[in-house]
């Protein structure tokens, strides 16, 4: 639907009187002519479904005065509105226009400032409440103010979960500290959607409130660590939920982090389908040594049958020189057992380890080497029929390359499309079974990543281990020149 935008003009903001409206209206200095332009807007935006902002930005005064003059609501199709407020005079207006739109379903407050005035929000919150349609509300605010026991806000942002239509709600993570809140997003019943976003201070540990969602609709979870940590704490499990995102790669975070996260996914997310887990391992964490399991770290998650995409992509900084426990360094044994509940994995992305410090593309290798041999490529191609894309560390030695291609090789499916070789640990004499071991997996049009460096001969000492992206790229030119020699679609043979 066609758009229409309202931004801010720099003029001064009146207090409105509504009985000092329409006989005082046209004295104010300026507003005469602000009034025609907004009427001018109204009449070709009335029927409308959506308002995001314009050319000025209109006031309680002005639409409240024209609504008076037109003796009905002005924006009677309205359905979704985005507004963006910088002062208190904007949430006014804002306001305003909510109370001219009786089938309001979706709204959105792009809030830029660190800290608006608590006096707004709570005003802001009961105008919401009086909308019976509201099905959607996105607050992009870094900061509420208080919103603990008796604070105006945490008692209007509460009255306004509670409304039984709320469909789809992202706010700021720091709701989860407030239990009366949390009591009110536990009851929304038609919940589908929730998205927790980073705010201003940040949840400090211990302060989250558990909250057990009792909505049996709610299929799209995402948010901070420590905020997601407190939903899926609850004691009834999200039993609807099918995705589930962490995507803050500058938030730190812990390995028991980690672990207790997946623990929570095991026993309550049965029918998830897609898992994203980004982000940083806290410096001091790195050192850490208990609550190491004896096997895969995420070996739970097998209990997710139908997971289709997942994400793991968790960095520490590129100086740390501390390893990647061994529970979160799998062997072929835990690939093979994990990818075997899988079945309709699409998207696999594992990716652990040191940042690059230079380099984009390039990766430092995963410290102690891969647990996970070549033959981890086979165990996904037999049991992932649907996979397009592959990218886990592996390590490529003469004697697994050569296992490997004794065996009984089932190449991808022609869903793959993709594969990536990071951290991998590729010694000089498995160059050329690895080269041939991929030829017979994929077809000619499957890419391989990463892509050559520009200058890769410029590598030098340990800020890149030059044998092994040397090693990388020599397979990869092997594969390539056998593709372009072959005839099309002609497989490579087993010898």
Not at 51 to 63: C, H, M, Q, R
Not at 207 to 231: F, M, W, Y
Not at 314 to 339: A, E, H, M, Q, Y
Not at 350 to 369: F, I, M, Q, T, V
Request: hydrophobic content about 40%; overall charge negative.
């Amino acid at each position: 639907m066609p758009a229409v935008y309202f931004h801010q003009r720099d003029r001064g903001y009146l207090t409105p009187q509504p009985d000092y409206f329409h006989k005082q209206v046209h004295q104010l200095p300026g507003l005469t002519r602000h009034l025609t332009e907004f009427q001018m807007l109204l009449n070709t935006s009335a029927s409308r479904s959506t308002l995001i902002g314009a050319d000025f930005f209109p006031t309680l005064t002005e639409v409240m005065a024209i609504q008076s003059t037109a003796g009905h609501n002005l924006f009677p199709e309205l359905r979704s509105l985005v507004w963006s407020c910088e002062r208190e005079a904007d949430f006014v207006g804002c306001e305003a226009i909510i109370q001219a739109s009786p089938r309001l379903k979706a709204f959105a407050c792009e809030e830029s400032r660190k800290e608006a005035p608590e006096r707004t929000w709570p005003t802001l919150f009961r105008t919401l409440a009086s909308v019976q349609s509201l099905e959607i509300l996105e607050l992009q605010a870094r900061n509420l103010g208080p919103i603990g026991p008796g604070s105006r806000t945490g008692l209007a942002l509460s009255y306004l979960l509670s409304k039984p239509n709320i469909r789809q709600l992202l706010l700021p993570d720091q709701v989860v500290t407030s239990t009366l809140v949390m009591i009110s997003l536990a009851s929304a019943r038609q919940l589908e959607k929730l998205t927790l976003v980073e705010s201003t201070p940040s949840i400090a540990d211990g302060s989250a409130v558990h909250c057990t969602v009792s909505s049996d609709r709610l299929s799209h979870l995402s948010g901070t660590p420590q905020s997601l940590r407190s939903i899926l704490a609850g004691e009834s499990g999200l039993k609807a939920l099918t995705k589930l995102s962490i995507i803050y790669p500058w938030i730190s975070f812990t390995w028991s982090f980690v672990r207790q996260f997946v623990d929570l996914i095991e026993k309550g997310c049965p029918i998830l389908e897609t898992l994203e887990l980004e982000g940083r391992i806290d410096d001091a964490a790195n050192l850490e040594t208990h609550g190491i399991r004896a096997g895969f770290a995420i070996a739970g998650l097998g209990a997710c049958t139908r997971m289709r995409r997942f994400h793991m992509d968790i960095k520490s900084n590129g100086w740390s020189t501390s390893p990647v426990p061994r529970d979160f360094n799998p062997s072929d044994s835990d690939w093979r057992c994990l990818t075997s509940q899988w079945p309709e994995l699409q998207e696999m992305w594992y990716d652990l380890g040191r940042e690059s410090l230079n380099d984009e593309e390039y990766k430092p290798a995963l410290d102690p080497a891969p647990r996970a041999t070549i033959n981890t490529l086979t165990a996904f191609s037999r049991s992932c029929r649907q996979l397009k894309s592959l990218a886990v560390p592996m390590s490529a030695t003469i004697h697994d390359t050569r296992a490997a291609l004794q065996d009984d090789i089932l190449p991808f499916s022609d869903s793959m499309d993709r594969m990536y070789f990071f951290r991998a640990s590729i010694e000089d004499d498995a160059v050329e079974e690895l080269a041939m071991l991929l030829l017979r997996l994929t077809r000619d049009d499957v890419e391989l990543y990463p892509t050559e460096l520009d200058d890769p001969d410029s590598t030098e000492g340990d800020e890149l281990d030059s044998s092994r992206e040397m090693n990388w790229h020599a397979a990869k030119k092997l594969v390539h020149f056998t593709r372009r020699a072959r005839p099309l679609g002609a497989q490579a043979s087993a010898s």
